[in-house]
C-alpha cells in the first residue's frame, strides 16, 4: 500500500539528511482495507511501515488468505477457472474520501505473479487482470479493486489414471464383442470389464469435485 499525508513532511537537511523513517502502523492513519471473499487466513506481524520526507507511506503485509471462488467443472479435468480477489474499504466513501489505484500495470503485476508462484502442484496461473470500479451501498460510492486470477487445471494425472483406462476398457470391451470367441468366453469378460469400470467409477466418484448444478461431463458417461 502507498498513500501521501501532506502533514508528516520535512526537509532532510534539518535532521542529519534522514529522508525515511520505520514507524509502527498505529503511529500514523492507514487505509483499512479487507478482502470481500476471504474466508480465513493468517495475517503477518509485520506491523511497519516506511515513511519519506515528501509524505510518502509505504506498508507491506504479506499474509496467507483462503478465498471463495465459484468453480465450473463441465469440462473436468480440462477446466479453467476465474477467481476474484477484490481489496475495498466501506468506512470512507470514494467521492470524497478514499479512492484506490493499481499502482503497476496488469501486465507488471502478472510478470510479478508468475515469478512468485513456484509451486508445481495441480493448477497452473495463466492470466491476472484489474478492474477499478465504484459499488453502491447505502447512498454512497466506494473504491473497489478487484484482481481476476485465472488458473488451469493439469490433467495429466487424469488422462493416465483415469481416461485412459476407461478407453482401454471399453476398446477391449468392443474387440471381444465383436470377435471370434465362444459365447461362455465372452459373457465372463463381459462380467470382468464391467467389475472393472465399476472400480473406476468409484476411483472417479472419489477424486471428481463435487457440484450441485452442473457435474462434470467424465462424470456423467
Same mark, same amino acid.
Given at each position: ?21 520505520? &514507524? ?46 465459484? &468453480? ?25 474520501? &478514499?479512492?484506490?489505484?493499481? !499502482? !503497476? ?31 453502491? +451501498? ?14 488451469? !487445471? ?16 471399453? +476398446?477391449?470391451?468392443?474387440?471381444? +464383442? ?25 476411483? &472417479?466418484?472419489?477424486? +471428481? ?13
Amino acid at each position: 500500500q502507498e498513500w501521501k499525508n501532506t502533514f508528516a513532511t520535512w526537509d532532510p537537511q534539518d535532521f542529519c539528511n534522514i529522508s525515511k523513517i520505520i &514507524l509502527p502502523t498505529s503511529t500514523y492513519w492507514s487505509p483499512p482495507i479487507f478482502i470481500l471473499e476471504r474466508v480465513n487466513g493468517q495475517n503477518s506481524n509485520l506491523d511497519y511501515m516506511m515513511v519519506m520526507h515528501n509524505g510518502s507511506f509505504n506498508s507491506t503485509q504479506p499474509f496467507q488468505v483462503t478465498l471463495t471462488c465459484s &468453480l465450473m467443472i463441465l469440462k473436468f479435468p480440462f477446466d479453467t477457472q476465474m477467481c476474484n480477489l477484490s481489496i475495498a474499504s466501506f468506512l470512507y466513501p470514494a467521492v470524497s474520501d &478514499l479512492v484506490m489505484k493499481t !499502482r !503497476r500495470s496488469p501486465a507488471e503485476m502478472m510478470k510479478d505473479s508468475q515469478s512468485y508462484f513456484l509451486t508445481d502442484g495441480e493448477w497452473k496461473f495463466t492470466n491476472l487482470s484489474i478492474t477499478e470500479y465504484m459499488e453502491q +451501498l447505502d447512498h454512497e460510492q466506494f473504491s473497489v479493486v478487484t484482481y481476476t486470477i485465472s488458473i488451469e !487445471r493439469r490433467p495429466t494425472l487424469y488422462i493416465l489414471n483415469l481416461i485412459l483406462p476407461t478407453c482401454a476398457l471399453y +476398446l477391449l470391451d468392443m474387440a471381444v +464383442l465383436f470377435g471370434p470367441s465362444s459365447l461362455e468366453e465372452k459373457i465372463s469378460f463381459q462380467i470382468a470389464i464391467i467389475l472393472g469400470s465399476s472400480m473406476l467409477a468409484v476411483i &472417479l466418484n472419489n477424486i +471428481l469435485p463435487t457440484s450441485s448444478n452442473k457435474p462434470p461431463i467424465i462424470g456423467t458417461h
